[in-house]
């Protein structure tokens, strides 16, 4: 059984500031992460994947995460917050075979001009 | 690649209506396609998962007669929300997995229903 826990339900940061959105998976086997942003009344957009390659993975947009099996978390980061980075972001966690996917509660990021 | 498309994006439809929301993968072929809820503020929850070809199996607590899903094809599944009331209006998102990425789903960009 898979499930993903997002610390923070909302954060915020002042611009430019570092972006630091949390999440801790439980996977029974190697786990498939995802990190997804979502804008208002729209789908999800793919922001990063670890696979089981890179430890460390770069995404779109200078966003990266990354996993640390010691501590189960695939934490998000950007160096610099820009305003457009103001949106809702969802962990997921699957398996190799993708049958379902978990996702956290989400987390609201609130960048303060 | 890996577009899924969604339509109509957004519909409005009287209570005890039905209604269809379709799913397409647009540049590759979809085996596995699902669907998900999204409550206002809130994550989303799996409804069902459907196999082109083969009936859909929903989640537990989702009525399966109410929520009528159709994978007919490798690119095209639909939802039908039947007898739609109030509390069916929420944002609807599907998502798909290809032939040859097994793990991943491609999702779509929502559908917002309201029910009057």
């Known amino acids: 059984a898979q499930s993903v826990t997002q610390l923070g339900s909302h954060v915020s940061v002042s611009e430019g500031a570092l972006v630091l959105l949390r999440c801790n998976y439980s996977s029974s086997v190697p786990p498939y992460l995802f990190w997804y942003v979502q804008y208002p009344n729209q789908g999800l957009q793919l922001l990063l994947k670890?696979?089981?390659?890179?430890?460390l993975v770069k995404g779109i947009n200078g966003f990266e995460a990354e996993f640390k099996k010691s501590e189960t978390s695939f934490h998000l980061t950007k160096p610099s917050a820009h305003m457009s980075d103001a949106a809702e972001y969802f962990c997921?966690?699957?398996?190799?075979?993708?049958?379902?996917?978990?996702f956290g509660t989400g987390t609201s990021l609130t960048v303060i001009p | 690649g890996a577009v899924v498309s969604q339509h109509p994006s957004w519909v409005i439809c009287k209570s005890g209506t039905s209604v269809k929301i379709e799913c397409r993968s647009l540049d590759f072929q979809a085996t596995t396609m699902f669907w998900y809820r999204q409550f206002p503020k809130q994550s989303l929850m799996l409804m069902a998962t459907s196999n082109e070809g083969s009936k859909a199996t929903y989640e537990q607590g989702v009525e399966k007669d109410k929520f009528l899903i159709n994978h007919a094809s490798l690119t095209l599944s639909t939802l039908t929300v039947t007898s739609a009331h109030p509390e069916d209006s929420s944002f609807y998102i599907c998502s798909a997995r290809s032939l040859g990425h097994s793990y991943e789903q491609y999702f779509g960009p929502g559908t917002r229903l309201t029910v009057t």
């Open positions: 997921a966690v699957t398996d190799p075979t993708g049958n379902q996917f978990y």
């Open positions: 670890y696979t089981s390659a890179a430890t």
